[in-house]
């Protein structure tokens, strides 16, 4: 048993501890943040301080953006990249949810499926790029298949993955009013797995934009890719930094486009 | 329809537990598994609707008598509701018609007519993480009875709700079964509820899971209410039977931990 022993002491205030560890999320921060670093860069290179050759000015890679607009180049090089982006991906995705599925339900795909995905997971997938350049030409079906390879195998991993984390109580739940199995899958595991699967598409479509551009360097007439190293052979700097933006641009678009189906398929959440 | 649960028997690994069960469930009975816990009651109600296969034994039914319109004539309610999150409430009803050979319209008339029932009607475009514990389990009720069940299967039901909750749930499952004469096979591990709902009331010992005593309640559900003298002697009477098993179960959870 505890007693207290101090007795008249003045009252003091209890004093409020459960302080920060609760960062909040800012949008004018979040902007404010691009407009200074931005005018640091400029006010950089505008004093002399950064040299222009290593490192262009954001006015110097916005004419060049500029450029590449008005004579038509980067929608050439865009149009062929995302062509690569898309149809790449979409093979690996479509392929990956297969697997992945098959893996996640049944015992006979389940061990040799595992096996083999762990086993190629870990090779990075450019360096089978001269492999599929000789089974598949240079032209696009290697960077097709690259692009499809790299993005298979975390789709496999996260699909699976989903499906082993639907609840089994729900499927018991299915199995007791004597659902057929095909509605099971349609309407229980489905969309049970479809969160992960989808936050697994953000991992994917990042490998795929990565492996895309290392296929365009290796070989490639168009895409965003050849004008990032075309431009660093002849020290446009300017381009070089205008097709990066292009890429992050890119990147923005694609994770937007992702929240925007996060929001349309996992509204009940 | 008539069930028998003929000399049920099952192991998981090493561990026995339940030994030749034998009992029947009668025709607009409803009969209680109460016992402590680690008892097998909850087994026992997964072998009688098909989930789970008993080491030995069967589960028969005894004759094909349905009501009208049945559509899965062992139906459960589970004790974690066991809900679609991305489905309506009346989503979640409609999942368990849509596999069967119904018209649109008698679809949505069966989904109207088990809302209704359950008092559900203004929430049958909610989704379950807006409803309440109490909200949710009319919703696995009202499921249930969309497919028109022969037995009702319960399994805790009451479990994860708050006390008031758990009040309101009794009743209004007292008056369905007073209303309906639904047969069902109600598992808990609270007396009053067995003993305010149950006609028979089948108490299990442990380890093994055995058939310590069948108890039979006379009184109808519907002349039942809270706090009547003839239930509380049941209730006492029960908590005899099992009270010892109950104090070995508590000592044996603490060994395991």
């Known amino acids: 048993m505890s007693r207290d022993v101090e007795q008249g002491a003045p009252a003091s205030l209890v004093r409020f501890r459960a302080t920060g560890f609760n960062p909040k999320s800012n949008p004018v921060a979040a902007w404010a943040s691009f407009v200074v670093v931005i005018a640091l860069w400029q006010l950089g290179s505008s004093t002399g301080f950064i040299s222009e050759l290593a490192m262009p000015s954001p006015v110097a890679v916005a004419k060049a953006l500029w450029q590449l607009i008005v004579s038509g180049d980067l929608w050439l090089h865009l149009g062929a990249s995302?062509?690569?982006?898309?149809?790449?991906?979409?093979?690996?995705?479509?392929?990956?949810?297969?697997?992945?599925?098959?893996?996640?339900?049944?015992?006979?795909?389940?061990?040799?499926?595992?096996a083999l995905v762990s086993a190629l997971f870990p090779i990075p997938k450019i360096?089978?790029?001269?492999?599929?350049?000789?089974?598949?030409?240079?032209?696009?079906?290697?960077?097709?298949?690259?692009?499809?390879?790299?993005?298979?195998?975390?789709?496999?991993?996260?699909?699976?993955?989903?499906?082993?984390?639907?609840?089994?109580?729900?499927?018991?739940m299915g199995q007791s009013f004597d659902l057929p199995m095909w509605s099971v899958i349609r309407k229980i595991i489905l969309p049970g797995a479809l969160p992960t699967i989808l936050s697994g598409f953000r991992i994917s479509s990042s490998i795929a934009i990565i492996l895309l551009i290392a296929a365009e360097m290796i070989g490639a007439q168009y895409g965003i890719g050849a004008l990032i190293l075309a431009a660093g052979n002849l020290y446009q700097t300017d381009q070089l930094i205008a097709g990066v933006v292009v890429l992050s641009l890119m990147g923005l678009c694609v994770s937007w486009l992702l929240g925007r189906l996060d929001r349309w398929l996992l509204g009940w959440r | 329809m008539r069930l028998h649960i003929k000399n049920v028997s099952h192991s998981y690994d090493q561990v026995e537990a339940l030994r030749d069960i034998d009992f029947g469930i009668e025709p607009g009975e409803v009969v209680a598994l109460i016992g402590p816990?680690?008892?097998?009651?909850?087994?026992?109600?997964?072998?009688?609707?098909?989930?789970?296969?008993?080491?030995?034994?069967?589960?028969?039914?005894?004759?094909?008598?349905?009501?009208?319109?049945?559509?899965?004539?062992?139906?459960?309610?589970?004790?974690?509701?066991?809900?679609?999150?991305?489905?309506?409430?009346?989503?979640?009803?409609?999942?368990?018609?849509?596999?069967?050979?119904?018209?649109?319209?008698?679809?949505?008339?069966?989904?109207?007519?088990?809302?209704?029932?359950?008092?559900?009607?203004?929430?049958?475009?909610?989704?379950?993480?807006?409803?309440?514990?109490?909200?949710?389990?009319?919703?696995?009720?009202?499921?249930?009875?969309?497919?028109?069940?022969?037995?009702?299967?319960?399994?805790?039901?009451?479990?994860?709700?708050?006390?008031?909750?758990?009040?309101?749930?009794?009743?209004?499952?007292?008056?369905?079964?007073?209303?309906?004469?639904?047969?069902?096979?109600?598992?808990?591990?609270?007396?009053?509820?067995?003993?305010?709902?149950?006609?028979?009331?089948?108490?299990?010992?442990?380890?093994?899971?055995?058939?310590?005593?069948?108890?039979?309640?006379?009184?109808?559900?519907?002349d039942r209410h809270e706090g009547m003298p003839e239930l509380i002697a049941h209730e006492q009477a029960l908590w005899a039977l099992i009270r010892d098993e109950a104090i070995a179960a508590d000592k044996e959870l603490d060994h395991v931990a």
């Open chain 1, 82 to 114: 995302l062509q690569r982006l898309v149809g790449g991906w979409i093979m690996g995705t479509v392929a990956g949810l297969v697997v992945g599925f098959l893996v996640g339900m049944f015992t006979w795909a389940r061990s040799p499926g595992v």
């Open chain 1, 127 to 172: 360096a089978l790029l001269p492999l599929f350049i000789i089974w598949f030409g240079i032209g696009e079906p290697s960077k097709f298949a690259t692009i499809a390879f790299g993005v298979f195998f975390p789709t496999v991993i996260n699909t699976f993955g989903g499906v082993d984390n639907v609840q089994r109580n729900l499927i018991r």
């Open chain 2, 37 to 222: 816990s680690g008892c097998g009651k909850s087994t026992l109600l997964s072998i009688i609707g098909g989930l789970l296969k008993p080491t030995s034994g069967e589960v028969l039914m005894c004759d094909q008598a349905k009501p009208e319109g049945c559509l899965n004539p062992l139906t459960y309610v589970f004790q974690d509701f066991a809900l679609l999150p991305w489905r309506t409430v009346a989503g979640n009803i409609s999942l368990v018609l849509e596999d069967h050979p119904l018209s649109k319209a008698e679809r949505a008339a069966r989904i109207d007519e088990v809302l209704a029932q359950t008092n559900l009607s203004d929430f049958a475009n909610a989704y379950p993480k807006q409803l309440s514990g109490g909200m949710k389990q009319r919703v696995g009720i009202a499921r249930a009875l969309a497919v028109r069940p022969a037995v009702l299967l319960m399994d805790e039901p009451l479990s994860a709700l708050d006390a008031q909750t758990r009040i309101l749930l009794l009743d209004e499952f007292s008056d369905l079964f007073a209303r309906t004469g639904m047969t069902a096979v109600y598992v808990t591990h609270n007396l009053n509820e067995a003993v305010r709902l149950a006609h028979k009331v089948v108490a299990l010992r442990r380890r093994p899971g055995t058939i310590k005593e069948i108890h039979t309640i006379d009184v109808p559900i519907k």
